[in-house]
């Protein structure tokens, strides 16, 4: 390898893409070709930089196995950064593999790490966490070790281990700090704001107030009763019951905590449940069978005693009832929450991490952008999708400084 080659290397590690482009950016040859592909993919020219590893990994010869498997592992993160979720998962397994039986056990637990990060996306935790498990983080660079308790914290964020979470973010900021590159570092940063955001609303006996992730967290430990909207669940003492596949009996439990320790009306729950603006005789009696359902599946934790004018929820325990639902709520949330993260998605991408079909994501989209909720470029199969930058900033304000030579 040649002093340009490694001194280009040098500069992408420290996250210096400008630096490395310097060096390499008139060169054809295989490696080149790869360092200014990952360097573009660091100034978030993705497409380029997809097309640029793809020539590499071609360029790279029958005995430069690691190589090509580096180039394929690059190009996967490339992939999940811009949100191509069906690229070939068996293709980086592969990449794995090669690496793991060449000695290139740091490339290979980043391929690993990658293919983490995507089953998070798809809310795949059990899968997710058993791979998480084999990784042993002691021996990796600086930079690694930060991107592996990336990792880490948001598993912890989504099992709602607060603990954990902060505990992984201050490692990986403490490695980023090694590492000094500035994006990751960055990144860590905003990973741990996370933490100190609105999590979720609490509603109790008709008032409202927001709950950081911590607060969440000692919430469901307790032993009161808690019906969770965000997840579609009903928390007791050491008990859970799962409404997630039920939307009509958890739109009737949902109506009852809110109005604990008072009653419901029929025509209230009807409209609830069925949205129906009229009930007749056929909402009422349907009313009585959902009702019964609701009753057998809630029978280890409360009762639906029936009152004059129509239902009440009744806790087995002496304690209250509480709804915690998520601290923004319209009809497309699930859409905005993967917009939130600020990449850009592709309609396809979205309807393979919410398990909905292609045809009802692009109709949310389509909602949210009349809305001007969401914004959209590109056409066809390259249009993408993302909310729209934070107002009130000039965008000039959001831009780097002065580049070298301007």
């Known amino acids: 390898m040649d002093s340009l080659i490694t001194a280009a290397a040098r500069a992408l590690a420290t996250g210096d893409p400008l630096g490395a482009l310097k060096r390499v950016a008139l060169r054809e040859d295989a490696p080149s070709l790869a360092l200014r592909g990952i360097a573009m993919a660091q100034l978030g020219d993705f497409a380029r930089a997809k097309l640029l590893l793809r020539r590499a990994a071609r360029g790279f010869g029958p005995r430069e196995a690691v190589a090509r498997a580096r180039c394929i592992v690059a190009e996967a993160e490339i992939a999940l950064a811009s949100r191509d979720l069906s690229w070939p998962v068996k293709a980086l397994e592969a990449a794995r593999l090669t690496l793991l039986s060449h000695g290139d056990r740091v490339n290979a637990a980043h391929a690993r790490n990658i293919e983490i990060r995507r089953l998070l996306l798809f809310g795949r935790l059990d899968d997710a966490e058993a791979l998480l498990a084999e990784l042993d983080p002691a021996p990796f660079p600086p ?27 201050a490692l990986a900021g403490h490695a980023a700090g090694v590492a000094q590159i500035p994006a990751l570092m960055a990144e860590v940063e905003s990973a741990a704001r996370v933490l100190d955001r609105p999590a979720a609303r609490l509603i109790e006996r008709g008032e409202q107030r927001l709950l950081r992730l911590e607060e969440v967290e000692a919430l469901l430990a307790s032993p009161g009763f808690v019906v969770d909207a965000c997840r579609h669940l009903v928390h007791g003492a050491q008990t859970v019951v799962s409404l997630a596949t039920r939307p009509i009996l958890f739109a009737l439990v949902r109506r009852l905590g809110e109005a604990w320790p008072a009653d ?10 069925f949205r129906a603006k009229h009930a007749d005789e056929s909402h009422r009696a349907r009313l009585r069978v959902e009702l019964g359902r609701l009753r057998a599946m809630l029978r280890p934790l409360a009762d639906v005693s029936a009152t004059k004018r129509g239902f009440a929820l009744v806790p087995r325990q002496a304690c209250d009832v509480v709804v915690l639902a998520p601290p923004v709520e319209e009809r497309h949330a699930s859409v905005l929450a993967l917009l939130a993260d600020g ?3 592709s309609s396809s991408a979205l309807s393979m991490a919410l398990g909905a079909s292609p045809r009802t994501v692009q109709r949310a989209l389509e909602s949210l952008a ?4 969401v914004q959209s470029f590109g056409r066809g199969p390259a249009r993408r999708w993302m909310t729209p930058p934070v107002p009130d900033f000039p ?3 959001l831009l780097p400084g002065p580049l070298p030579g301007d």
């Open 143 to 169: 930079a690694s070790r930060a991107a592996h308790e990336l990792v880490v914290a948001g598993m912890a964020i989504r099992r709602l281990q607060t603990k954990r979470a902060r505990a992984a973010l």
């Open 264 to 273: 419901v009306s029929r025509s209230a729950l009807i409209a609830d449940a």
């Open 343 to 345: 990449e850009s998605w």
């Open 370 to 373: 009349e809305a001007g909720k």
């Open 395 to 397: 965008s000039i304000l």
